[in-house]
């Protein structure tokens, strides 16, 4: 029944008279509305709270019987001001020039929002849960799980429900089917008595609609609650197995008594493990491996505790039989090792400017000495040669490997250790400056001497045939001396004073550096691959080869004996050394050349002025052409 001063009891007299919305009211009409015959302002012809002029009612019927331009205008018009409306009243029925009418019903919009909705996904977008692993221990199926930030509003559960039931009820059924089809429930018949209230037509709208939007590996998490259920009933099985005999009507009367509760849905967590899945083979290992690595641990405390205390009280004991002893060394090693080694308890005091000037100074002195024999050498000719047979690379090369193989089996002769270690070894506590040069030619590994003179001879040879002795040897011995005056940088600045370091690294890295900086853009094949036509790797990619295998030791945990401040060095003095070079190779040449034209023009001019043609030659060589 409609309420009192609504439309349906204000029509007492509405068949007398008629309003037309494109006229204005005539005389009698307004008489009606002043004495109270026709109540307009209950009149919903639109929902709005206050009443109408006839402009509202001329809106209508434009908007009902018009689909032009202007109902494009006037719609989104009425929207706006349809949205002031506090609250939404049913209309009873409408006025019309007829009189009572069929009930109003609201027209759809004729044109759609031009205006695209666009949803931006950001940080803060909800995300629904659709994994099994990702169930909440609260999740209970009688609550379910939400499945958007907002519920659904009336409107929105309208669309999906066509049976009209309340928005709450509708996001109360959605969130129970979602959270079954991520806990792997839906076909679990024990938790129907949860969603009794439903019908079963709504219950499959809910799960087409869900299916639809939010996708959801059901057949996975069936899956996986399946394979829980199955652990869950092989505990249950053995506590009942450990539990037969006892008696059961205790625990049947103790059910009795209780309440019954809905199911949940989950499964209870098992105990020792915090994942869903409950305490596996490997969570067991993985305790086990714990544990003995903490006992270990204890262990090692323990001993390293006794240790101590056997230190403390000077008493070697058992504890010194369990480690490695040293080697033992002949009467004959052991009297020249005492020599060689020198009785300092610590390394002598000294300034970082005492410990690097003179080294420093001398590794300068070289790379000068280096660039005046490089300006003044001049080849020998063959008939002064010692080997002329041998080509002068392989003859400088071979002299210089030949070298670095005496000083390591000097190596191996205990008479000489105090001289190698006092010259031929970079000592960062005792630096001495000849420990630049000597350290170049030193070497106690034969690995580290054979991998040396291997690149040295593959290498040096190709430079100095490219570059010649004078510049060969001045790149040799800048890249050595330079590289070892960066060590010594290093160990007092930053590595300590207990380093030492020798061998011909730095020097070979700059004669390798060198090469492949000459041959930058020139394409390489190693053994013959890549096969024609693929192009090789050029000299830059074999520079960043070798940069990138000094930079791994650097990022690595692990520790290393490797002088990377002097192979560093080294390289950039090759880089360096051949680019001087070879620009000294050019000017020479130019002046060369220069010299030799000039000579040439000389020497053209004298010939002309010495034999000047006769008038009998030159008639004579007209008369012949």
């Known amino acids: 029944m409609c309420p009192r001063n609504s439309c349906c009891c204000s029509f007492k007299r509405a068949s007398q008279f008629s309003i037309t919305p494109y006229r204005s009211l005539s005389a009698s009409e307004t008489r009606a509305l002043k004495t109270g015959w026709y109540n307009w302002a209950t009149m919903p012809v639109l929902p709005f709270p206050t009443p109408f002029s006839s402009f509202h009612i001329g809106l209508r019927a434009v908007i009902r019987t018009s689909e032009t331009y202007v109902a494009s205008v006037l719609v989104p018009t009425a929207r706006v001001l349809s949205a002031s409306q506090p609250f939404s009243r049913p209309s009873c029925s409408q006025y019309s020039t007829w009189g009572i009418a069929r009930p109003y019903k609201p027209s759809k919009p004729i044109l759609p929002n031009l205006i695209p909705q666009l949803h931006v996904r950001t940080i803060f977008t909800f995300r629904a849960l659709t994994h099994y692993i990702d169930l909440p221990e609260s999740y209970k199926d009688a609550e379910g799980l939400p499945f958007r930030r907002e519920d659904l509003t009336q409107r929105e559960a309208n669309k999906i429900f066509p049976s009209n039931i ?30 009794k209230e439903f019908r079963i037509a709504d219950q499959k709208r809910a799960l087409a609609y869900l299916r639809e939007h939010i996708p959801v590996d059901e057949v996975l998490n069936a899956g996986l ?7 869950a009933i092989e505990q249950e099985e053995g506590a009942v197995g450990e539990a037969i005999g006892q008696p059961q009507e205790t ?6 008594g209780e309440a019954i509760e809905a199911p949940t849905g989950r499964l209870p967590k098992k105990p020792g493990s915090d994942s869903p899945y409950g305490e596996s083979n490997f969570d067991r290992i993985r305790a086990a491996n714990i544990a003995k690595r903490k006992a270990e641990e204890a262990r090692l405390e323990e001993e390293r505790k006794l240790q101590e205390e056997e230190l403390a009280k000077g008493n070697i004991g058992t504890l010194q039989t369990q480690q490695a002893k040293p080697m033992q060394l002949s009467a004959f090693r052991q009297k020249y090792m005492e020599r060689a080694t ?8 000294m300034t970082i400017r005492q410990r690097l000037l003179p080294s420093v ?10 660039i005046c024999f490089a300006i003044l050498y001049q080849a020998p000719p063959a008939s002064r040669r010692l080997f002329p047979d041998i080509p002068p690379a392989a ?37 001495r400056p000849l420990q630049i040069l000597g350290a170049m030619f030193s070497h106690q590994s034969f690995g580290h001497l054979l991998a040396n003179m291997s690149f040295l001879w593959f290498f040096g040879t190709r430079v100095h045939d490219e570059i010649g002795r004078g510049n060969f040897l001045a790149l040799y011995f800048a890249s050595g001396a330079l590289g070892f005056a960066a060590s010594l940088t290093h160990f007092v600045l930053w590595r300590g004073l207990h380093c030492t370091t020798h061998g011909a690294s730095g020097a070979v890295y700059g004669v390798i550096t060198a090469f492949f900086w000459m041959h930058k853009f020139d394409e390489f094949k190693v053994l013959g691959y890549p096969p024609d036509p693929i192009s090789g790797p050029q000299g830059l990619g074999f520079i960043g ?14 520790g290393h004996n490797i002088d990377l ?13 051949i680019d001087i070079a070879r620009q000294y190779m050019d000017y020479k040449a130019r002046v060369r050349a220069e010299r030799l034209r000039s000579v040439g023009l000389l020497d053209t001019v004298t010939e002309k002025r010495e034999t000047s043609p006769t008038v009998v030659d030159a008639s004579f060589s007209g008369s012949k052409r």
């Open 565 to 577: 401040a002097s192979h560093f060095a080294g390289m950039l003095t090759g880089v360096l050394g």
């Open 545 to 558: 080869l070798l940069l990138g295998a000094h930079l791994l030791p650097l990022v690595s945990k692990r």
């Open 225 to 231: 609650r399946a394979e829980d259920e199955l652990k």
């Open 395 to 431: 003859a400088t090369c071979l002299g210089l490997i030949a070298v670095n193989f005496a000083i390591y089996a000097l190596w191996k002769f205990p008479p000489a250790w105090a001289i190698l270690n006092r010259y031929m070894l970079l000592d960062a506590a005792v630096p």
């Open 166 to 195: 309340p928005a709450s009820q509708a996001n109360l059924l959605l969130k129970v089917i979602h959270g079954r089809r991520v806990a792997g429930t839906l076909d679990d018949p024990t938790l129907a008595r949860n969603t």
């Open 361 to 370: 100074a001398l590794a300068l002195l070289v790379v000068s000495i280096s």
């Open 342 to 349: 020198d009785n300092l308890e610590a390394p002598p005091e």
């Open 251 to 256: 625990s049947s009367q103790h059910l009795e």
